[in-house]
């Protein structure tokens, strides 16, 4: 069963703000943590599958 319109209504609120380090539009509001760079930790967000390494 679809609720139907009453329940989209908490859908078209902006969750994700702009970041004040990385300037990207990804700092969550509610979770306080941007998904770029990881603001407010004060190492920058990285993984090691982003850039895989070239042999």
Same mark, same amino acid.
């Given at each position: 069963?679809? %609720?139907?319109?009453? /329940?989209?209504?908490?859908?078209?609120?902006?969750?994700?703000?702009?970041?004040?380090?990385?300037?990207?539009? /990804?700092?969550?509001? /509610? %979770? %306080?943590?941007?998904? =770029?760079?990881? =603001?407010?930790?004060?190492?920058?967000? /990285? =993984?090691?599958?982003?850039?895989?390494?070239?042999?």
């Amino acid at each position: 069963m679809v %609720k139907g319109t009453p /329940s989209m209504g908490k859908y078209n609120k902006p969750q994700h703000i702009r970041c004040r380090r990385c300037g990207h539009r /990804s700092f969550h509001k /509610s %979770k %306080k943590r941007c998904a =770029y760079c990881g =603001y407010p930790s004060p190492k920058w967000r /990285s =993984y090691n599958w982003l850039n895989p390494k070239k042999r």
